[in-house]
C-alpha cells in the first residue's frame, strides 16, 4: 500500500534534520544591502551575490519605475508571443558590447539559461563534459541533455584531456571514430565542455587557458558560466576570460544578471547563429514568460552602470573590503581561502558548520552554513561574501565576531 504523503514527508524531514541538513525559509524584511532584518532581526550580512551593492542602488531603481510607468509590470508572455519588450532590446545591444560579443539573448534566470542552453547544443549521441563542482543548473542541463555526461575532478587537467580523448568528434589525425557508433544520431557527435570560471561555493578559478587549449586541440567547444566572475574581473570588467586573455576562444559566454548586475535573469553572449539558434530552440526561453520590462531597464542601467568609470571605482573598492576581510580570515588559521569576493571556511562536519551559524547569527552576523547536496558531504562551510556596499569598520566588526564563534 502506497504510504501515505504526508507521512512520507515527515519521515524524509526527520532524516534530514538527524543528519543536519534541513533547510527552511527566513523572511527577509529590507532590501540588500550590508544590514539586512531576517525574521525581525537586523544583523551583518555577509551572504550576498550583490557584490557592488547595485540590488537596491537608486539608478536601477529608477530605470525600474520608470520602465513601470511606461510598461506596467507582467509581460504577459513568452517572449516569442507577446512578451518582448522594448527594453529587452536596449540590454542586448548593451551586452554583447559589454561582453565584447557580437549578440547575446536574455533568459528568465540564470538556471534558465544554462539549462536552456546546453539541451539546444547537445544531444543523444554526443557528449557533455563537467567540472565535478559545477553548478546545479549546469549539470541538470547536462543530464537532460540526453548527451553522455562526463565529470572531470575539480580543475584537473590530465581528467580532462582523457576524456577528450575518448569523446572527441575531431580526434587527433583526422580519426573519427566515435561517429558511426550505434545509436548515433546522424550528425557528427559534439562534445561540449561546460565550466563555471569563479566557482560559486569555492570562490577559487578555473584554469581557464589550459582548458581553452585543450579544447581547442580536440575540436570540442567551450561553455562558460561567469556567473560569479562578471562584474568583477578583467579590466573591463568582463569576467575572467577576459583577465585571462582568452575571450576570443569561447565559443558560448553565460552570465547573470542576478549577482553583481543586482537583478534577476541569465544571458549568453556569442556569435549571431549561436544566439539565433537559441531564440529558436532553447525550451526554457522559449515556455517561459519573458521577464517584467522593469527587471530589464534595471539591467541595463546595472550593465551601463557597470561599463563607466563608476564601475570601475565601485570595483576597486570592493577589492579593498575583499583584501581586508581575507586577511582576518587567514589570520583565523583558515587556510587556502582565494582572495576574491567568495570566501569560504570549511569546517567539514554538517552539525559543526550549522552550529557555527547559529553562534555567529545570535552574535548578530548572518553567514549561511553551506551543506550537502550544494557541496559534497563533510565539506560543510560557512560562505562568507564581501560586496562594496561593506566599510572597512563592518569588516572588522565582522572579523571581530568570527573570531569571537571559535570553530
Ligand atoms: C547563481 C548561479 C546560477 C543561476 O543563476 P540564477 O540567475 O540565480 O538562476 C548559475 N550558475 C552559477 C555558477 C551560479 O552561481
Redesign the pocket.
Known amino acids: 500500500m502506497a504510504m501515505e504523503l504526508d507521512a512520507f514527508a515527515t519521515a524524509a524531514l526527520e532524516e534530514l534534520r538527524a543528519a543536519g541538513l534541513l533547510r527552511s525559509l527566513r523572511t527577509v524584511g529590507n532590501p540588500q544591502g550590508p544590514l539586512i532584518t531576517v525574521d525581525g532581526r537586523e544583523l551583518l550580512n555577509f551572504s550576498s551575490?550583490d557584490y557592488l551593492g547595485l540590488a537596491n542602488d537608486p539608478l536601477l531603481r529608477e530605470a525600474a519605475v520608470r520602465a513601470v510607468e511606461r510598461y506596467g509590470v507582467g509581460a504577459g508572455a513568452s517572449r516569442l508571443v507577446c512578451g518582448n519588450m522594448a527594453p529587452y532590446g536596449e540590454l542586448e545591444d548593451r551586452l554583447p558590447a559589454f561582453k565584447g560579443k557580437e549578440a547575446a539573448v536574455v533568459f528568465g534566470?540564470?538556471?534558465?539559461?544554462?539549462v536552456g542552453t546546453i539541451c539546444a547544443l547537445v544531444g543523444k549521441g554526443d557528449t557533455v563534459i563537467l567540472d565535478k563542482l559545477?553548478?546545479a543548473?549546469?549539470v541538470d542541463g547536462a543530464r537532460q541533455s540526453g548527451a553522455t555526461v562526463r565529470v572531470y575532478p575539480h580543475r584537473d587537467m590530465d581528467k580532462l584531456e582523457k576524456l577528450l580523448k575518448q569523446s572527441g568528434p575531431c580526434v587527433p589525425h583526422g580519426q573519427s571514430s566515435t561517429i558511426s557508433r550505434a545509436g548515433r544520431a546522424a550528425h557528427p557527435s559534439r562534445t561540449l565542455v561546460v565550466t563555471?570560471t569563479v566557482?560559486?561555493m569555492d570562490g577559487d578559478h578555473a584554469p581557464l587557458r589550459e582548458i581553452v587549449e585543450l579544447k581547442d586541440r580536440y575540436g570540442a567547444w567551450l561553455m562558460i558560466?561567469e556567473?560569479?566572475a562578471t562584474g568583477l574581473y578583467g579590466s573591463r570588467r568582463r569576467g575572467l576570460a577576459e583577465e585571462l586573455g582568452v575571450e576570443d576562444q569561447i565559443d558560448v559566454t553565460?552570465g547573470?544578471?542576478?549577482?553583481a548586475l543586482g537583478c534577476?535573469?541569465?544571458f549568453v553572449c556569442g556569435s549571431r547563429a549561436l544566439v539565433d539558434l537559441l531564440i529558436n530552440r532553447a525550451r526554457s526561453l522559449i515556455y517561459s514568460t519573458a521577464l517584467p520590462p522593469a527587471i530589464v531597464a534595471a539591467a541595463s542601467a546595472a550593465v551601463q552602470f557597470v561599463m563607466s568609470d563608476a564601475g570601475q571605482a565601485r570595483r576597486e573598492l570592493l577589492l579593498q573590503r575583499v583584501k581586508e576581510l581575507h586577511q582576518g580570515v587567514v589570520n583565523l588559521g583558515y587556510r587556502s581561502v582565494p582572495t576574491g569576493a567568495i570566501m569560504p571556511m570549511v569546517v567539514g562536519d554538517e552539525v559543526k558548520a550549522m552550529a557555527l551559524s547559529r553562534r555567529l547569527l545570535d552574535a548578530g552576523v548572518f553567514v549561511p552554513a553551506i551543506r550537502y547536496p550544494t557541496v559534497a558531504r563533510g565539506a560543510a562551510r560557512l560562505r562568507l561574501t564581501v560586496t562594496a556596499a561593506h566599510t572597512a569598520e563592518r569588516v572588522q566588526l565582522l572579523i571581530g565576531k568570527l573570531s569571537g564563534a571559535g570553530q
Open positions: 551575490n534566470s540564470g538556471y534558465a539559461a544554462n559545477n553548478h543548473s549546469i563555471e566557482f560559486s558560466d556567473a560569479h553565460l547573470t544578471l542576478s549577482k534577476v535573469g541569465g
